[in-house]
């Protein structure tokens, strides 16, 4: 039996709230959802039955962006939210890269939530208090977010993969009271033990009152707290009422031009946002199981916990990306709403996997596609291999938003290479230079109208210099993304890659201040630019360009250094796929590294004639000549 999908019911709702016809096309309820947003907020906190403990005085306080704050005077926790959802199942599954599986019901996750909000409140942990977590993508890191947020403290979470430092550097900025650490995690069938790097992150935050360890191999001492013994009471604990914009969780920025940006969000806002998202969008119900690979420094980390707002089954994954290992995962846990980079389809078919055939993914009803742009090749490639059953689902969205711009709709059928529509509530435009709207023409990325889900400000902000400066420098008053973008006449919507510095490797956000400062460090490297050139055929070329110290040249010896250095330093999912030596960096005449003009000569999109208000204006034939060389290898 085939059941109707819930933005069907949600049109037909609608109707009390001012929405369009019953019948009405996915069109004419996005046009609603936009013109009259007090309206369409409205609805969707009744039909997706937000759990308020206070119901706000209205939908939005009326000012513009970025001053725009959501429900006021509504009183609410992510948490109660989680709880009060009608549910089936277990809450959530654990895999890693050996095939074990660990579930936690629904009554034993709420058990250790309040055991260990309650040992939290015991250690000093207050409202407005930073909880952080350095952790793998483990069910533990869910449990530790939700304890926080009970408390209405605040939550930050880097993953595993990131080394000691580079989870320093944003972790210390918040002066976190508690962290909540691993031993380690798994990759590529090893393990890989962290505990020298969660000892430079506590040394690090001299702020911590108590660390909570998971795993074993840590020194033990009175102000640690082993996981086991911080989930073991039965204490029951109330999760606190806090105001509509009491900050939920802090996510980084890639960190492109300095320390990464802490970008503060509140519940209200994620809450609002992801029920919209999941339930009307994704079509997510009660029961349905939910897995997007992701690690906690992405913000698909913390959408997919959301699922439990759902109901649903959230499933995490301890390993790496294999070409086979997600739809193991998929398969052993009878996913019905997998999410995956395009990179990791591309790999997939290039390995010559076929996953509907050679797995059984009966259970799926929806694979969701994020990262970076999915080209149409890929696309096909996925709709042909999985069938009319599966909706594949190409979004786009941002850390920024904690949610997405645009992707795929149940009712809306979508085209290879586009993505599908603009998602409800969302007033996403492409704009000229001098702010015209364009139809079927590349522009800017921007968004006229505020989201629940934007930013409140980021974290040691207190002016909101840095936020406005961020997105509203170019349009005043208008959402600026950094993302070059066509609508099309059908609503449709293509990416076409970042008009900014950021890294975007196998979906994974990173800026270039991680990685040119651990390679720097090198005493044979007197500087270095790494940037990420989106490619024709669906690549992503990162290289990294360095000028070497007197008596030094690049050989392979200084080569594999230089990439290590990324690799225990920083990341080992943003090691640069090539090292090459520069007769120089080019600089901006107040000294920053010019990454995306560079970026743009490589691809051949800007001439170096263009680049002005350099320091060195000779150094651009170079880099043009490095992208003649690598378009010339890769033209097919």
Same mark, same amino acid.
């Given at each position: ?23 009405? #096309? ?42 725009t704050r959501w429900f006021p005077g509504g009183r609410l926790n992510y948490v109660t ?307 009319? #059953? ?18 795929? /709709? ?133 290289? /990294? ?92």
């Amino acid at each position: 039996m085939t059941t109707e999908p819930v933005i069907t019911a949600f049109t037909r709702f609608a109707g009390h709230y001012g929405g369009p016809s019953p019948t009405a #096309s996915y069109d004419e309820l996005w046009r609603w959802s936009v013109d009259d947003s007090t309206g369409f907020w409205n609805a969707v906190s009744t039909f997706c039955g937000i759990a308020w403990d206070t119901s706000p005085d209205t939908v939005t306080d009326g000012a513009p962006m970025p001053g725009t704050r959501w429900f006021p005077g509504g009183r609410l926790n992510y948490v109660t939210q989680v709880f009060a959802q009608p549910r089936r199942g277990v809450a959530i599954v654990g895999h890693d890269e050996t095939g074990a599986m660990r579930t936690i019901s629904w009554p034993e996750l709420e058990r250790q939530v309040q055991s260990l909000a309650a040992n939290l409140a015991e250690l000093g942990v207050d409202a407005g208090d930073r909880v952080v977590g350095y952790l793998p993508d483990r069910p533990e890191a869910i449990v530790a977010f939700l304890a926080a947020a009970s408390l209405g403290a605040v939550w930050a979470g880097c993953g595993a993969d990131l080394a000691g430092e580079a989870a320093l550097s944003r972790l210390a900025q918040l002066e976190p009271t508690c962290l909540v650490a691993a031993s380690g995690y798994h990759h590529r069938g090893r393990w890989v033990d962290r505990t020298a790097d969660v000892e430079t992150v506590r040394r690090g935050l001299p702020s911590l009152r108590a660390t909570v360890l998971v795993g074993d191999g840590h020194a033990a001492d009175d102000a640690t707290l082993a996981w086991d013994a911080a989930i073991a009471s039965s204490v029951r604990r109330t999760p606190l009422a806090v105001p509509s914009g009491h900050p939920l969780w802090v996510l980084f920025s890639s960190g492109t031009t300095g320390p990464p940006k802490g970008i503060v969000h509140d519940h209200a806002g994620v809450v609002a946002e992801h029920l919209k998202t999941l339930r009307l969008l994704l079509d997510m119900k009660p029961g349905d199981q939910f897995f997007w690979y992701t690690t906690l420094n992405w913000m698909m980390w913390n959408l997919r916990l959301s699922g439990l707002l759902c109901g649903a089954t959230v499933h995490c994954f301890d390993g790496a990306p294999t070409p086979r290992a997600l739809w193991e995962v998929a398969e052993r846990g009878r996913i019905t709403h997998l999410g995956v980079s395009p990179g990791y389809l591309s790999a997939g078919r290039e390995a010559g996997i076929h996953p509907a055939s050679e797995y059984d993914l009966g259970a799926l009803r929806l694979l969701g596609c994020t990262g970076s742009v999915l080209t149409e090749t890929v696309h096909e490639w996925a709709v042909e291999e999985l069938g009319p #059953s599966v909706m594949v689902a190409s979004t786009s969205g941002g850390t920024d938003v904690v949610s997405g711009f645009a992707g795929g /709709v149940p009712t809306v059928a979508g085209r290879p290479g586009e993505i599908t529509a603009r998602w409800l509530g969302v007033d996403l435009q492409a704009w000229s230079a001098d702010g015209t709207p364009l139809t079927d023409e590349v522009g800017e990325l921007v968004v006229t109208q505020p989201m629940p889900s934007m930013p409140v400000g980021f974290w040691n902000d207190p002016d909101g210099d840095r936020y406005r400066s961020a997105y509203f420098e170019e349009f005043p008053g208008v959402w600026r993304h950094g993302d070059w973008v066509t609508v099309t006449d059908r609503g449709s919507v293509v990416i076409h890659g970042r008009s900014d510095a950021t890294l975007n490797r196998h979906g994974i956000r990173m800026g270039s201040a991680d990685i040119c400062q651990a390679i720097e460090d090198l005493p044979e490297v007197t500087e270095a630019l790494v940037v990420g050139v989106e490619e024709p055929d669906g690549g992503y070329w990162m290289p /990294v360009f360095v000028t070497l110290a007197d008596g030094h040249h690049l050989d392979d010896a200084l080569a594999a250094r230089i990439q290590a250095a990324v690799r225990d330093k920083v990341s080992a999912r943003h090691v640069p796929d090539e090292v090459v030596e520069a007769p120089g960096i080019p600089h901006t005449l107040t000294g920053k590294k010019l990454e995306v003009p560079v970026k743009n000569v490589l691809r051949g999109m800007t001439a170096p004639a263009q680049v002005t208000a350099i320091d060195r204006p000779d150094l651009m034939a170079f880099y043009q000549q490095v992208g003649d060389d690598r378009r010339s290898v890769t033209v097919r």
